[in-house]
Every structure is written in C-alpha cells, then in structure tokens.
C-alpha cells in the first residue's frame, strides 16, 4: 500500500516538473519569437512608401523594372497603370523572400535534427541581424533587395520554433505551444507595424523616413540573439537526434522539391515511417496548409496597397489597420484558439476557412472603411485559428526525431506557397483589379475546405 502510495506520488511529481518545463520552454519560444517578429513587422506598413520612394528617387534599378512591366503591358495590350506597379513590385519582393524561406526552412529543420535546435537557432538570428544591417545601410533598391535576400534565407528560426514545441512530449504542451507561437505572431504583427510608421514619422530633416525603423528591427535582432543564447535549453537530447548530418541530408531532394514535400517523403522513409493512413493525412494536411497559405498570403500582401490606393492610407493609417488585425487575433487566440481541446483543431479550422470567404468579398469590394473594417474582422478571426491549429495537428505525427523535419516541411509548404501567392495575386490585381482579385482567390477557400473535410482519425505510434 506504501509502496503503491510512494509510486503515485513520484510519478505525479515527475508530471509536474515535466509540466514546468514544457511551460518555461513555452514562454521561452513565445518571447523569443515574439522580439524577432517585432523586427520582422516594423517595414510591413512602409512597403507602399518605400517603393513610391525608389520610384520618385529615380533609383536606375528600380526604373529599369518599371520600364519592363510597361513595355510587358503595351505587349499584351493592357493599358499602362504605373500605380499598380508597385503592387506587383511588392508581390514580387514578397515571393523572393518567401522562395528563400522555402529552401531554408527544411533544411535549418535537418540540420538541427542532428545538431540540436539551439545552435542552429542562433545561426540564424545572426543572418537576420546581416539583413538588417544591410537595411539601415540602404539606399537603393538593389541593396534593399538583397537585405531582404538575406533575411529570406535567414528566416528559417520561425520552422525552428515550431520544432522546439514539437519536441514536447505531452500533446496538451504541444498545442498549447502552437497557439502561443500564434499569440507571438498576433502581437508581433500588432506592434510592430505600429512601431514602423511611428518611427517613419519622426524622421528628421535629410533622414531616409525608414532609417529609423531599421535600426530598430536591428536592436530587436540583437537583443533575440542575446536573450535565445542566455535562456534558450537544448530540447532534442542527443540520443533522439539523427546520427549524422549527411543522414539529415540524405533526403535533401525531398526537401526541396515540391513533389517530394507535398508527398512528405523526408519522412516515410526507413523503419520509423508512419502508418500508410498517417501519411495519407499528412500528405491531405500538407495541401490544405499550402492552399490555404496560398490563397491567404496573395490577399495578405495586397491588403496594404489596396488601402493606399483607394483609401489612401498613409503609414500611420495602414499600421493602424495593422493593430485593429493583430489585437483581434490575439484576444481570439489567447481566448479561444488556445483552449481548443486536441481532437477539436480541424473542426475549428473548417469554421475559420468558411467566414474567410465573406471576408475577403467585404474588403475586396469595400467602398468605404466601415465596410473594409467589417471584411477584417471577420479575416482576423480566422487568421487567428487556422495555422496555430494545423500546425498542432501536424506536429503530433512522425517520431521523436523526425518531428524537426516534419514541421520543417510543413513551414517549407508555407513558405512556398508565400512564394507563389503574392506575385500571382498582385498579378491578378494588376491585371483586373482589387475586385475580381479578392473574389476569385475568396471562392477558392473553398478547395482546402473540402480537403479537410477528407481528414482519417491518426493511428498511435508513438
């Protein structure tokens, strides 16, 4: 009976300092993410402005473009709109940077299989420093390009994070850790862009208006570093990770083609594969993130031109907007999003997807910021649910050491479908409009929606 009453009692205390743990790692990976997203969402409502600046500066990069999308548009008899080739701009800068990630992010999630999560982390918070030095440093649109080139390829630290949480034993830990990474990003995308078109409007007489932005997401990136080296733990122990890094690579062409990822081969392979219904969700979860992602960030980007152009939001107005988004989903994460039960997240996703499309029609169409304010609402429920949910999913599937190649794909589809949407939407923008742009990309929700709908019950393997 002691002994019984002995055995109960190590095993709950065992429970409760694992809980502690996974809760410190939790809030570690939450303010960690949190700071480097500050940095990362300082430019998001400049990008209008920066772009008009190289224009009016007559930077000989940036002309040359213009003159290509002109003599494409006299080619293919559309008349010349030379304020929408800024939205086609932004798409295309938009996509480079996504593209970047895309490589990135599987292979940063490979390498730390082996490695371990914390140094790879560090590697590459040190780019995004590189990024925006080179930023600040910045004055032409050449080098504004390869600051963002750089940051692309450094931005792997984000499928990181979603590695550390997948590392966490308990599923509960697990999807909790999900919805505050969706929290960091909720607040990061509140303050930051308010932050951004503050600074840009203290601007002193003879300052570049973004210098001052810059520099601070430099500071921010700095100050991750610091804080990540200090406090960050190992969460892959030695005995779960990979024996080699060449093993971590052997499935490199996995991780960078599209097929190969959207079929999930990094991780079928070898003894420790799932089960043959397993990775059939995985493969159905992998295309429902990816269209969905697809969709979601064509629209995204194009948000924030279309405010400039027909409200005629200045930076201020759009990090504004920018706050209204990011406070509504963070009260719908920190409220709801993180008390969904696990079994529950794909049922809340379905929801979200589905108010997603009259939301889209609503600022697609609006014709005045009462209506546009509407369509956001309903966008930032939904923004709020959708990723930090499937993200949770996925991260219950592949064994110990597989889950950073795992998430490492699932970011990698992300990211290629960041890559792909925002210049094929701004093309649809620039080609017909804000109204047929959002109402053809907000009908073909329809499709992940469908996807979801075909999701098994997972098999235990673990």
């Known amino acids: 009976m002691a002994l019984g009453e002995r055995g ?50 007559e930077d000989g990069f940036y002309l040359s473009l213009q003159r290509g999308v002109d003599w494409f548009a006299v080619m293919a008899g559309i008349p010349p709109e030379r304020k929408y080739n800024s939205v086609l701009f932004g798409g295309l800068i ?16 490979a390498v730390s299989d082996h490695w371990g999560r914390r140094p790879v982390i560090l590697v590459t918070v040190m780019g995004l420093i590189a990024s925006y030095s080179l930023w600040a440093a910045s004055r032409t649109f050449g080098v504004f390009l390869l600051s963002r080139i750089i940051g692309g390829i450094s931005k792997g630290n984000v499928s990181l994070c979603t590695a550390i949480i997948a590392d966490l034993h308990s599923p509960k830990a697990r999807s909790k850790g999900m919805a505050m990474i969706g ?13 951004g078109a503050y600074l840009a409007m203290q601007t002193e007489k003879g300052e570049v208006f973004y210098l001052r932005s810059a520099l601070s997401a430099l500071a921010f990136a700095v100050a991750d570093f610091i804080f990540i080296f200090l406090l960050l733990p190992e969460t892959l122990p030695k005995e779960k990770r990979v024996p080699s890094v060449t093993s971590g690579f052997q499935a490199a062409v996995d991780l960078l083609s599209p097929l190969a990822l959207f079929q999930f081969s990094a ?70 999003a993180r008390r969904i039960k696990p079994g529950n997240e794909i049922r809340a996703v379905k929801r979200a997807i ?68 925002p210049i094929l ?6 080609l017909a409009g804000a109204e047929i742009c959002f109402t053809v990309c907000g009908a073909f929700f329809l499709v992940p929606l469908a996807l979801l709908r075909s999701i098994k019950q997972q098999t235990k393997e673990e």
């Open 354 to 421: 589905v108010l997603l499309i009259p939301a889209f029609l609503l600022i697609g169409w609006a014709a005045n910021v009462t209506v546009l304010s509407a369509g956001l609402l309903l966008y930032s429920f939904a923004a709020a649910i959708v990723i930090p949910c499937l993200s949770a999913v996925v991260s219950g599937y592949g064994t110990a050491g597989q889950k950073g190649r795992v998430m490492g794909i699932l970011r990698s589809l992300g990211a290629l479908a960041r890559a792909l949407g």
């Open 8 to 57: 109960s009692s190590s095993s709950s205390s065992s429970n409760a300092r694992q809980e502690q743990n996974h809760n410190r790692v939790i809030t570690i990976v939450f303010l960690a993410l949190f700071i480097d997203l500050l940095g990362f969402a300082l430019i998001l409502p400049l990008f209008p402005s920066i772009l008009d600046y190289y224009s009016q500066t």
């Open 94 to 109: 938009g996509s480079i940077f996504s593209l970047l990630q895309f490589f990135s992010s599987p292979l940063t999630g």
């Open 267 to 336: 991780v079928t392979r070898g003894k420790d594969s799932p089960s043959e219904q397993n990775v059939q969700n995985l493969k159905i979860l992998g295309l429902a993130y990816f269209l969905y992602l697809f969709l979601f960030s064509g629209l995204e980007y194009t948000l924030s031109f279309l405010t400039h152009q027909r409200f005629h939001f200045s930076s201020m107005q759009q990090g504004k907007m920018f706050f209204f988004i990011g406070i509504t989903m963070a009260v719908i994460q920190g409220g709801y």
């Open 425 to 430: 939407a701004a093309a649809v923008y620039w």
């Open 183 to 195: 929290v960091a990003f909720s607040l990061g995308f509140t303050l930051g862009p308010m932050m």
